[in-house]
């Protein structure tokens, strides 16, 4: 047996054909009736598919909030996340509640969903996450949905072309009873069957010709319909439209609504024969499922008059037929220019009553703007480059900036309204000032940077530095830098002057950040660390009981250090008039930890933690001459102590060893200018 024909071999030893044939079931009209008193959510509208869909893979709560959660949903948890949208839960929570309004049967479901928002804020990633969902539900036994077709007198199939649910073509002086029957029994938490609209044209002429044929005996017509299960796709263009305005000269609403297949009229003899029409327009191939208008707002008026019918009364009109019912959700999206020209056009005024908007901004949380770029660049896709700490998390800083609006709140700084948003505290600041200075900032995410430029910019930088194994964040800032002269959506050199001043602002963040991570760096002894520590503990314990501390070398009595105490203290800004409560803090903390049989140690304190390493740091940095980097010559012993610093910048915070030396010299730099600011 060849290789190919072992491949093969194995592949057909593995397929399910039981499995198949399961999915792809085809029945009678009756067997499809038991399959809709067993399971009533089979018949199902659009939109209550869609909100199952979503719930169904289930829900989390947002950290640091109490009335937002998550939908695992759009985490893209099929697909690794590759499609994932980060932040924007109001946004989402306020999507997934029209969703379940319009499955209610509110009002909702006749309304046109428009994801309005600039350029770059995950509104097409939105919609296609929900079209592939479609996909991959409809695939499932809880999301199986059913269409049918016409046996013909050679054997052959007439499948509908509008994939319309079989109970349609129960008449309509019968549907009340049916549903009587099928809802009997029914637990009063399952769906209840009820059967709206009509089948299309096509099903239409052929339900009419047969019934003349059974002397309008509709239940006989019936015995020759064919029922099957369908799987939506866009691909197959089954349950799935994408509309998409082109040249207005090379474009025509037939494109929505089908159009005449003029080689059949020689065939049927006249134009208002459903068989000689194409049902392949975008709305007709959207039935029962959905359809995603690209840019909406530019689409012609003449198109516009089919969007309004087909979201207010769920019917479309074909050429030549009479109006057709469908059932879909409607999904659009728009960009800010585009909307405020609808609304200041007074002919949208039925459009706009028609719409519901839901805004998707720009991410505004930190934490999740670095997500963005850490999905698109982590160490398994840039291969051959090591990205440096902080890289990413600077490109997203100063992005993030860009979308923020100037604090009214007199001395609150843009860079502490980020660090505010992103869940720090900052003294005289609650919860509630947050979200103040949220509801301030109206359109706060609808302007600014688009993670699409930082992206762009981020891989130039990838490409261009090719002498270095290591991505540093000043590489990235400059070329966010450079490439502001040719950004064609800046509108005037105010912006672009205020966004480079913004990195400038980043830069400076940046330096404290590394100056910091370098210092506990030098710090990090743990030896040293504890030993700091017990003595402060000693000294702090001494004081707050009014005793005296014994000598460790002489072994004499003597009172508290309340030298070293407070130079300890004050790295972590606590005042002389708050020195006492701050002793009795840790003194009541330790205690309360041995109540719980619990021993202290310095990590689990973070303040102090800090304030003990910056007083290391402070003691130990003149005997490792860091300075020393920025010269030629370095000694031996001072070699070894800056290679333990080295070793640690890469085992504890992901330096390599290029970049841990580019951020020690960078580090270095500043202490040899005398740049370094009062850590007081």
Known sequence: MSTGQAILSKMSAQQNTEQYRHENWQGSFSEYLDIVKANPAVARTSYQRMYDMIIAEGTYPVEGSKNLVRYTFFDDPHNNGEDAIFGLSETLMALVNVFRSAALKYGTERRVLLLHGPVGSSKSTIARLLKQGLVRYSRTDEGALYSFGWKEEDGSITWDPMNCEPLQLIPMSAREDVCRELNAD??????????????????????????????????????SVVVRRIFLSEQDRIGIGTFQPKDEKNQDSTELTGDINYRKIAEFGTE??????????????????????????????????????ASQEHKIKPKKFAQTDIDTVIIGHTNEPEYRKLQSNEFMEALRDR??????????????????????????????????????????????????????????????????YNGKTLPGFTAENVKQLRKEAKHEGLEGISPRYVQDKISNALVVNTTSTSLNPFMVMNELESGLRHHSLIGNDEIREHYRQLISTVKEEYTDIVKNEVQRAIAADEDA?????????????????HEKVKNRFTGEDEEPDERLMRSI????????????????????YIGALAIDGKQFNYKTNERLQKALEMKLFEDQKDTIKLTSLVSQVVDKDTQEKIDIVKSRLIRNYGYNDESATDVLQYVASIFARGDVKDEN
Request: glycine share 4%; with cysteine.
């Open 355 to 420: 719409t519901i908007k839901i805004d998707v901004p720009y991410v505004t949380r930190l934490n999740e703007e670095v997500k963005i770029y850490n999905k698109s660049y982590n160490q398994a896709r840039v291969r051959g480059k090591h990205i440096a700490p902080h890289t990413l998390e600077v490109a997203a800083m100063w992005a993030l900036l860009t979308r923020l609006e100037q604090p009214k709140h007199h001395g609150l700084t843009l860079l502490q309204k980020m660090k505010l």
């Open 272 to 309: 208002s024969d459903p068989r000689a029409f194409n049902f392949d327009g975008e709305f007709n191939v959207a039935n029962r499922g959905m359809i995603e208008f690209v840019e909406v707002l530019k689409l012609d008026v003449a198109f516009l008059y089919d969007l309004l019918g």
């Open 529 to 545: 660390l504890t030993r700091l520590c017990g003595n402060y503990i000693d000294n702090v314990k001494a004081y707050t009981q």
């Open 186 to 223: 029914r637990p009063s938490d399952t769906y209840s069957v009820e059967i709206t609209g009509d089948v299309c044209p096509l099903s239409r002429y052929y339900f009419q010709q047969r019934l003349q044929e059974h002397d309008g005996d509709w239940t006989k017509v019936l015995e």
């Open 569 to 588: 203290e004050e790295k972590i800004d606590i005042p002389d008039s708050r020195k006492d409560d701050f002793r009795r803090e840790i003194m009541n």
